[in-house]
């Protein structure tokens, strides 16, 4: 069965030293009150080495916030799938709406960064969502099933081992979360688009979070929701307490 997930996006925040300092309070908070979830930290390239050195990997998972889609080579600047393996992470999101909007990542690349992820035995934790104007035009589910539907060509076996976030991209860092109804009803139907080309039970077993703005006075109320698997958290992870609040949503 799939598994309940929190996941922590740092994004460009934190310093080394403050990220190192971070990654080890939230490790020993959860070593205290071991979490009912699976819970990740995805965290600056630069961060990844050092954090990997802090945490237990039985209580606290390790991610990038992005990676290439080339496999290596003259691409200044970039970081592949395979250095950030090497670094010890198991985790990678790809295809957050920052990274769509401001780096105008496509479903071209995105279908190839998470290829090269899965090759390199990393989990890719997958986003999607509609902005402001599709969700009031009325075309989100489209826009979302499109979204998904960029990776049909992976194999099950490859599919199976993706994470799906679903971020409304009005709802990311501007405190307006979707209501708990409004996550469900697209959770619920990811899930169906993911059946109807994988079959029911690669699509039970996905694991679907829900990101913007969640926090811990409304995550319980989203996680309580059938086809709500757990967040992505962005500017709550920010803070051991507020991350822990939210895990303890699962409680
Ligand atoms: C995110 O960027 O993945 C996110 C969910 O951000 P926030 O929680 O700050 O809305």
């Known amino acids: 069965m799939r598994k309940n997930i929190v996941a922590g996006n740092w994004k460009m925040n ?17 070593l205290a009150n071991k979490p009912n979830c699976d819970v990740i930290v995805c965290v600056p390239f630069t ?16 991610g990038a916030e992005n990676c290439s889609e080339h496999e290596k ?16 992470a198991q985790y990678v999101i790809l295809g957050h709406s920052e990274r769509r909007q401001y780096f105008g990542e496509n479903n071209e690349q995105l279908l190839a960064k998470t290829k090269l992820a899965l090759a390199n035995g990393l989990m890719p934790i997958f986003c999607v969502g509609e902005v402001l104007e599709e969700r009031e035009n009325g075309s989100y589910n489209d826009v ?28 990311i860092g501007t405190g307006k979360t979707a209501t708990a109804e409004q996550a469900q009803d697209m959770h619920a139907h990811i ?27 409304n995550a319980k109320e989203l996680f309580a929701k059938p086809d709500v698997d ?22």
């Open 73 to 88: 080579g003259a691409y200044t600047g970039e970081v592949s799938a395979a250095m950030v393996k090497s670094t010890g």
């Open 230 to 251: 757990g967040g992505l958290i962005g500017g709550a992870a920010l803070q051991a307490d507020s991350f822990m609040g939210i895990i303890e949503a699962f409680n």
């Open 144 to 171: 979302v099933s499109s979204q998904i539907e960029a990776l049909f060509s992976l194999s099950p076996e490859d599919f199976g081992k993706i994470i799906v976030a679903y971020e409304p991209v009005w709802a």
């Open 191 to 217: 899930r169906k688009v993911i059946e109807e080309k994988y079959g029911k039970e690669i699509a039970d077993n996905t694991s679907i979070l829900y990101g913007g703005s969640c926090k811990p006075s």
């Open 47 to 62: 961060h990844l080495t050092s954090v990997h050195g802090v945490i237990d990997k039985e209580v606290l998972g390790l």
């Open 14 to 30: 934190t310093t080394l030293d403050e990220g190192v300092e971070l990654a080890n309070d939230i490790n020993t908070l959860l």
